[in-house]
C-alpha cells in the first residue's frame, strides 16, 4: 500500500554515559584493544537507572515535536516500537504520551512488536493509518535499554549492544512522490530460538523461583546462526521492496540497516556493491541498539546530511524470529 507522508521532524537521545570499548577491556581483563579488533566497537551508550525507557523516548519525541511544529495541535496517535517494552502493562506508548503531558489530547497510544523490526512495523502502521484516512499526524518512536539484559559471561553480547531512542513527528501528505513507496517482509519462525528473552512474558514465571527468572532475564543469542539466518532472508526482500516501488538498486539514494553487528552491516553493504558507501555504518559508536537501531541511524543520517529531503531511501532490517523487512521511503 502507498502511503504518503511527510516526515516533519524527527529527535534523538543518546544516554549521558558513554562506555569506550578500553573500558571494557580492562572491566573483564582483555588486552587493550581487544574489544574493538573482536566485535568492531569503539564505544557505546549505556543508559543509567533515571534514564529508563519512556524517559528516553519522551527526549526524542520533543525534539521531534519542536521540529515538527506541533505544539499546539498534538498528534493524533503515538505508536511506541521498543524491542523490549518498559514494563509488560501498559504499553510504553502511554508512559510517554504522559511524560509530553499530552493525557487531555486523548490520542490513542498503543505498541507494535517486531524485535529489532519494531520501528519499522510501528511506521508501517502509522502510515497504513494515514493512508486509510485514520491519522494525519503520528509520533512514533523506538527506545531500548539493551544493557539491562546483557549477560556479562557472553563477551559478544556484553560489548556489542547500546542504548538509545529516537522518535519522528510523521504528517500525511498529499504528495505523492513522499512517503512510504514500497515494503516487503518475512519470517521464519523455525528460527526462533537463535535470539531470544525468555523472562517479562507468561514463559517463566514467579513460582520458577528466583534462579530462573535471573537465567531468562538475559538476552541469548546464536550469533553466527542469526547471522546466517539474516543473510538469506534480506536479499529477497530487497528484490520484492524495489520490484513493487519500481525501481533498481542504483535509484537507492541512502541505505539505512539495522546495525546489528559489524560483519551485518559489512554483509550489507555487500549487497550495494560497487556503491556501498550509501549504506550507513554507525555499528562502532552506536552498537546495537534493538529497534532503536534504525530510527537512530536515520536520524544521524539526516542531521549529518547522508539523507536528504528528495532522497529514496531504503530501511532495512532484521530481527529475532527470524524476520526480515526493506522499506523503500521518499523523504
Known amino acids: 500500500?502507498?502511503?504518503?507522508?511527510?516526515?516533519?521532524?524527527?529527535?534523538l537521545y543518546r544516554p549521558q554515559t558513554i562506555l569506550p570499548s578500553c573500558e571494557m577491556d580492562a572491566r573483564f581483563g582483555h588486552e587493550k584493544g581487544w574489544t574493538f579488533s573482536q566485535f568492531g566497537i569503539a564505544s557505546r551508550a549505556v543508559a543509567n537507572p533515571q534514564e529508563t525507557t519512556s524517559m528516553m523516548a519522551a527526549a526524542a519525541a520533543r525534539v521531534a515535536l519542536e521540529r515538527a511544529?506541533?505544539?499546539?495541535?498534538?498528534?493524533?496517535?503515538?505508536?511506541?516500537?521498543?524491542?523490549?517494552?518498559?514494563?509488560?502493562?501498559?504499553?510504553?506508548?502511554?508512559?510517554?504520551?504522559?511524560?509530553?503531558?499530552?493525557?487531555?489530547?486523548?490520542?490513542?497510544?498503543?505498541?507494535?512488536?517486531?524485535?529489532?523490526?519494531?520501528?519499522?512495523?510501528?511506521?508501517?502502521?502509522?502510515?497504513?493509518?494515514m493512508a486509510a484516512g485514520r491519522w494525519r499526524r503520528a509520533l512514533v518512536f523506538a527506545s531500548d535499554i539493551a544493557s539491562a539484559g546483557l549477560d556479562p559471561e557472553q563477551p559478544k553480547i556484553r560489548s556489542i549492544f547500546g542504548d538509545g531512542a529516537a522518535a519522528f513527528a510523521i504528517e500525511a501528505s498529499e504528495d505523492p512522490s513522499k512517503g512510504v513507496m514500497a515494503q516487503a517482509s518475512v519470517t521464519h519462525g523455525e528460527h526462533n530460538a537463535l535470539a531470544q528473552l525468555r523472562a517479562g512474558g507468561t514463559r517463566l514465571r514467579v513460582t520458577e523461583g528466583y534462579d530462573a527468572l535471573v537465567a531468562g532475564s538475559f538476552f541469548e543469542m546464536?550469533?553466527?546462526?542469526?547471522f546466517k539466518a539474516a543473510a538469506k532472508a534480506l536479499p529477497g526482500v530487497i528484490e520484492r521492496?524495489?520490484?513493487?516501488?519500481?525501481?533498481?538498486?542504483?535509484?537507492?539514494?541512502?541505505?539505512?540497516?539495522?546495525?546489528?553487528?559489524?560483519?551485518?552491516?559489512?554483509?550489507?553493504?555487500?549487497?550495494?556493491?560497487?556503491?556501498?558507501e550509501r549504506v550507513v555504518d554507525v555499528f562502532a559508536t552506536n552498537g546495537n541498539q534493538i529497534a532503536a537501531s534504525i530510527p537512530c541511524t536515520l536520524v544521524q543520517a539526516l542531521e549529518s546530511g547522508r539523507a536528504r529531503p528528495g532522497d529514496t531511501v531504503l530501511l532495512l532490517g532484521t530481527a529475532a524470529g527470524i524476520s526480515a523487512t526493506a522499506m523503500v521511503i521518499k523523504l
Open 222 to 226: 546464536d550469533a553466527f546462526g542469526i
Open 241 to 276: 521492496a524495489l520490484e513493487d516501488a519500481e525501481i533498481s538498486a542504483d535509484d537507492i539514494d541512502c541505505v539505512i540497516c539495522h546495525q546489528a553487528s559489524a560483519p551485518g552491516v559489512e554483509h550489507v553493504k555487500r549487497l550495494f556493491e560497487p556503491a556501498s
Open 69 to 129: 511544529g506541533w505544539d499546539e495541535t498534538p498528534p493524533d496517535v503515538i505508536i511506541g516500537g521498543c524491542g523490549v517494552m518498559e514494563q509488560p502493562i501498559p504499553s510504553t506508548a502511554v508512559l510517554v504520551q504522559d511524560r509530553l503531558a499530552l493525557s487531555a489530547s486523548g490520542a490513542v497510544c498503543f505498541d507494535v512488536n517486531q524485535t529489532c523490526l519494531s520501528f519499522l512495523a510501528a511506521l508501517d502502521v502509522a502510515a497504513m493509518g
Open 1 to 11: 500500500m502507498i502511503s504518503n507522508f511527510t516526515l516533519a521532524g524527527w529527535g
